[in-house]
Each structure stands twice: as structure tokens, then as C-alpha cells.
Nanobody
Framework: QVQLVESGGGLVQAGDSLRLSCAASGRTFSIGAMGWFRQAPGKEREFVAAVKWKNNGNTLYADSVKGRFTISRDNGKDTVFLQMISLSPEDTAVYYC???????????????????WGQGTQVTVSS
């Protein structure tokens, strides 16, 4: 089992920056990739970004956040980060960290591929 705990959410204004953290514990050696998803009220959970946990650390971003969000990892601390800049009200959502046990060549973008989930952290961007 892998446990994930997110932190760093909050209320910010449009144009501000925020950094989310996700600390993993437990059988972290089994992690193949880590991802961030978000869910806004009344909407489905959507992919935001993901990073390979081992080897080359390949990353992938949703088009809506490309150029504004950066995912990074600190394997020594079993932590993944999501640096967000130029935030807009459309980024308001609960952000979830997730771990994929599969060590595939590329990161995966669908929620069903991920085996472990954090409790989520709220990000609210006011206009």
C-alpha cells in the first residue's frame, strides 16, 4: 500500500502562484508514476500532470496547464510537487495526488490507471 498526503492548497487571486506537495509513504518502491488530477464542482475529475517516478522522469501535462504548471519529484523525500503560476479562476478545483504502480514507458493520463489517491487539497482562485 502507498499513502499519499497533499498539502499547499489555499485561496489565491488570479495571477498568483501556488505550489502543491504530495508526500508518499509505505511501499513507495512500487510507484511507477505520480500524477495530479483536479475536480471542479459539477465536473469530472481531469488529468493535470504526471511524472515518471523512476528512470528518465518523463512528464506530461494537460493542454490547459501547459506552460503554467510544472510537476517535479524528489525521490529522496518521496515527494512530488506541482508548481502553479498565472492561476486563473478556471483552475479552481480540488487537486488530487495519485500514484500509478505500473512502470510503463510513458505516464498515463486516465484516472483509472492510478492505484492510490490522496485526500485532495482545495485550490480556489478568485478573480
Amino acid at each position: 500500500q502507498v499513502q499519499l498526503v497533499e498539502s499547499g492548497g489555499g485561496l489565491v487571486q488570479a495571477g498568483d502562484s501556488l505550489r502543491l506537495s504530495c508526500a508518499a509513504s509505505g511501499r513507495t518502491f512500487s510507484i511507477g508514476a505520480m500524477g495530479w488530477f483536479r475536480q471542479a464542482p459539477g465536473k469530472e475529475r481531469e488529468f493535470v500532470a504526471a511524472v515518471k517516478w523512476k528512470n528518465n522522469g518523463n512528464t506530461l501535462y494537460a493542454d490547459s496547464v501547459k506552460g503554467r504548471f510544472t510537476i517535479s519529484r524528489d525521490n529522496g523525500k518521496d515527494t512530488v510537487f506541482l508548481q502553479m503560476i498565472s492561476l486563473s479562476p478556471e483552475d479552481t478545483a480540488v487537486y488530487y495526488c495519485a500514484a500509478d504502480r505500473t512502470n510503463s514507458m510513458y505516464v498515463r493520463t486516465w484516472a483509472g490507471a492510478y492505484d492510490y489517491w490522496g485526500q485532495g487539497t482545495q485550490v480556489t482562485v478568485s478573480s
